[in-house]
C-alpha cells in the first residue's frame, strides 16, 4: 500500500513517515510548509506541495502516486492561539479534513488514520483520562478535532471507510538528529529556547495539589506516538477490528518540576526556574491511560524522561 501523510513534513509528519519507511510501507508526503520544513522529508520519499483544502492538487496527487490510505496528520494545532482564530481553525481542521475524505470517496480510498488529540477531552473531571471519558473541548482546536472524529464516523457509516483517531497530549523528543519540534508554544521548545538564548525558564504555578506543587501532565516520545500511527495503518491494511479512538498516554504523567530538573541535569545548564502564577483553567493533573492502545497499536512508553530532554536537546537548533 501506498500512505499519504498529510503534514508529513512537519514536527510529528515527518517522524510518522519514517516509521512507515522503516516498517517497509510507501510514504508520499502533501504538506503546505505553513509549518512543515521541508528539510525534515526523508532523502527518497515523495514530496508533494499542496494544501488539503485544495481538491484538485490533492485528487491529482493521490491517483498520480496511487494512493490507498491516508494517514491525515495535517491541521492547524495551536489551541490558545484558535481562540483568537475560530474561523482559520475551523477552515483548517474540518473543512481540510472534510476535502480529505471527498476525494478518498471520489477514488475508492477506504482507509484513514486520524490524528486527532486529547484536546477533545477538555478539563475532563477525572485526572485518568479513558476513552469512555466526555469529551468536552474548550477551544476551537478541541472542537475541531471531535469534529473531525465525528466526520470519519460519519464517513464510515455511509460509504464504508474504515478508519481510526488518535488522542494524545503532549509530544516530544526526537527520533533522529535534525528533527526538532517548532512549536511557540510547546514547554519542551520554550524550556530549550529559553535555556540556549541564555534565559531563565518559567513555571507558572507551585501550588496545585500534585507531589511537588506543579502540573503533571502526559508526555509521550514522538517516535513512540509515530510507531502507533503506523501500527494502526497497518491493523487497517489487515482488515483487524480497531476501536474508533485510542488514547496514547502515559498512564502515569510527569510534573513540569520534574521537567526542568532533567533539563538542568542533561543540559548542564543549572537553573532556578522563574516562578510565576498559576494560568487560568490549568489542572492539577491529566494522564491519559493507554491500555487499550497497548493492546491493539503495539503502544509502549519506550522513551524514559532522561531520552525525551537529551533527544530533544540534541536536535533543537541552537540559538
Known sequence: MTWLVTGGAGYIGAHVVRALRDAGLTAVVY?????????FVPAGIAFEHGDILDR????EVMVRHGVTGVIHVAGYKFAGVSVERPLHTYTQNVTGTVTVLEVMAELGITRIVFSSSAAVYGTPHTDLVTEATATTPESPYGESKLIGEWLLRDQAAAAGITHVSLRYFNVVGSGEPGLWDASPHNLFPLVIGALRAGKTPRINGTDYNTPDGTCVRDYVHVADLAHSHVAAAQALEAGTALQPVYNLGSGDGLSVKQIMDEMARVTGIAFDPVIGPRRAGDPDRIVADGTAAARDLDWKMRHTLAQM???AWSASPAA
Not at 31 to 39: A, F, H, K, Q, V
Open 309 to 311: 530532554v537529551e533527544s
Open 31 to 39: 504538506d503546505n510548509l505553513s509549518t512543515g520544513i521541508p528539510e
Open 56 to 59: 484538485e492538487t490533492l485528487r
